[in-house]
Every structure is written in structure tokens, then in C-alpha cells.
């Protein structure tokens, strides 16, 4: 079996590139064979990408997010713009809106997600969304911006109205799940699962944080816990373990317009 990590923060598990390649051979011995690198800055991503270009297994996203408004850096757009064309750069963001920490103001995020929204379309990449407490801005937001190659709730966290809204709609979204699913008191996740089509479902470790129930004792979490993710949820969803990997598999790589 072979899991795709589609969100991790490896410059977040360690800052010593060394460790973070350790990181990711663990993970590859774990069966995670390809994992999509976020950062939530710009200072951040240029950092990591230089350590972690060579790995052919590792995939990129570029984007400000939105605990980063009130410093985006200068030229930020151009920033951007101009690391999409790097090597195995595959998606804006993860950008969104926070409300639940109040990072600057509600104008200034919005302004913020939409400027990225814009360039992803610009560069026919799916977007990364972060969202926390504003999933009704979000929501009217992408109803309008989203980009043609579609968007990816990481780290899913409304209920499953919310998502049965998404759904509705013509939009090209996928629903991405983290450790917390496997708690058991994440009731209004596990009822989302299961309202969620499979073909839509992705998984990711969100590391370094979301440590799966299985790994509670842990400082952090690493790409190599997926397993334990998918676990839990083949077993929500009374799926064969192999043939639920496979069907994730082929989810992330549609979601990142990746080959199988």
C-alpha cells in the first residue's frame, strides 16, 4: 500500500534539514510516498523548498497564510507567481481565513485569500484552504473565485451540513482529514466522513500537530503516522484498508493534477 500525505509542515517537525530528510524516509518506510510541503510563509517556503527540492517524492505549495497578513512581505504576488514555476510547485497556499485568532482584520484576510485565489487561476492550480470559524465567508468566497482547478478544505473542520453545501454546488472540492478524526469526541468529523463521497476524501498529517489518537504519547506528528489515519477511516467507513489507500491515492493525485 502507498498513502500520499497531502499537508504537512516538515520545516514545523524540525528546523535542521537533516532531520526533515529523516522525516521523510521514515515516512517513505511507512509506505507515505509522496507528501505535499506547506508553509505559512513565503521566508518559510524558500527555506524549506531549497532543502527539499531534490526529493523527487516531495511536492510544493506557495502562498501567505492567513496568521501571515499583517507581514506578507513585500512583492509578495510576484513571490509568488514567480515560485510557481519551480519544480514540483503544484498549488497555492495553504491560504484561507482565520477567525477564530483574529490575525489583523476580517478586510485585510479577505483581501489577502482573494489576491490568491486570483493567482492560482492565473496559474490553473488548485488552492489550499485554510479555514477556522469563517466558513461562511469562505464558502461565498470560492463560490465566486474558485479557481478552475479546484480547492482542498485541509484539515477539515465544519460539519457536515457544510460540507453537503460545498457539495451542492458546481464547485471542484475535496475534504481533507487529519489525526483529530481519530479522536472520539470528533463527533461532527466522523458525521462529515460519512456524508462525504469517497472519491472526494483526502487524508494528511498536518504535522507537526493533529497527532492521531494511536500516537497521543508523541511530542509531534510526523507524514509517517498516515497509516494510522487511513486506519481509523477505513474502518468508519467499512472499507478494506488496501482498497481504501488506493482510492486516496487516486483522489490526491486528481486533486493535484499528479499522475497515478
Known amino acids: 500500500m502507498k498513502f500520499f500525505d497531502t499537508h504537512a509542515h516538515i520545516g514545523l517537525i524540525y528546523d535542521d534539514p537533516i532531520e526533515q530528510l529523516r522525516v521523510i524516509q521514515q515516512a517513505k518506510q511507512a509506505g507515505v510516498t509522496r507528501i505535499v510541503s506547506i508553509n505559512n510563509s513565503l521566508r518559510d517556503f524558500k527555506k524549506v523548498y531549497q532543502t527539499l527540492k531534490s526529493r523527487t517524492e516531495i511536492y510544493h505549495a506557495v502562498g501567505v497564510a492567513p496568521s501571515e497578513v499583517l507581514t506578507p512581505g513585500s512583492n ?41 485565489l486570483d493567482i492560482a487561476r492565473r496559474h490553473n492550480l488548485p488552492v489550499i484552504i485554510h479555514n477556522r470559524n469563517a466558513g461562511n465567508d469562505v464558502f461565498d468566497i470560492l463560490k465566486e473565485r474558485i479557481p478552475d482547478a479546484g480547492a482542498i478544505f485541509h484539515c477539515y473542520s465544519e460539519d457536515a451540513a457544510f460540507a453537503r453545501k460545498c457539495l451542492q454546488t458546481d464547485m471542484n472540492i475535496y475534504f481533507s482529514f487529519a489525526g483529530n478524526l481519530t479522536y472520539r469526541n470528533a463527533r461532527n468529523l466522523h458525521e462529515s466522513v460519512l456524508n462525504i463521497p469517497v472519491d472526494r476524501i483526502l487524508i494528511e498529517t498536518e504535522s507537526p500537530f493533529m497527532i492521531p489518537s494511536e500516537y497521543r504519547e508523541r511530542k509531534r506528528t510526523m507524514p509517517a503516522y498516515l497509516p494510522s489515519t487511513a486506519r481509523f477511516l477505513a474502518e468508519m467507513l467499512n472499507m478494506d484498508l488496501e482498497k481504501l489507500s488506493e482510492q486516496l491515492w487516486e483522489n490526491s493525485c486528481k486533486a493535484f493534477n499528479l499522475p497515478l
Open 76 to 116: 509578495w504576488q510576484k513571490i509568488i507567481e514567480e515560485s510557481l514555476s519551480l519544480e514540483r510547485v503544484i498549488a497555492v497556499g495553504e491560504t484561507g481565513l482565520d477567525y477564530y485568532k483574529q490575525f489583523g482584520d476580517k478586510k485585510s484576510q479577505i483581501e489577502l485569500f482573494i489576491a490568491q
